[in-house]
């Protein structure tokens, strides 16, 4: 009597939602940091620079407005990493408040003169 042997192997698949590689996609969003983070890095030169070179002494005008501008180029260099996704956000806020600074302090230190004057 002949034996007959038989093998079935049955596969399954499911169709649903696919996974998000979000390894890959923070990946390629930290690698996009790049040009933000050369922005910070060369606003904080400017801003040392500006404590010790006397031509951009003259135009920055107080040691505070450089250190805003210092501390402006550290948030741009340390904030987009930790908040990815935000880079224009940081940006925007970051110019604002260092603009807002030296516009501040230029202004507030005109009225000072005019008022002393006066």
Known sequence: MPVIEREETRARTELGAAQKDTARELGAKLSSLKGIVWVG??????????????PLKVVIGSVTTSAALMLGGVALMVLPTLVVGNELLILGIVALAVGGWFLAHRHGELRGKLKAKG
């Open 41 to 54: 890095i060369g606003l904080f030169v400017f801003g040392l620079a500006s404590l010790v070179y006397p």
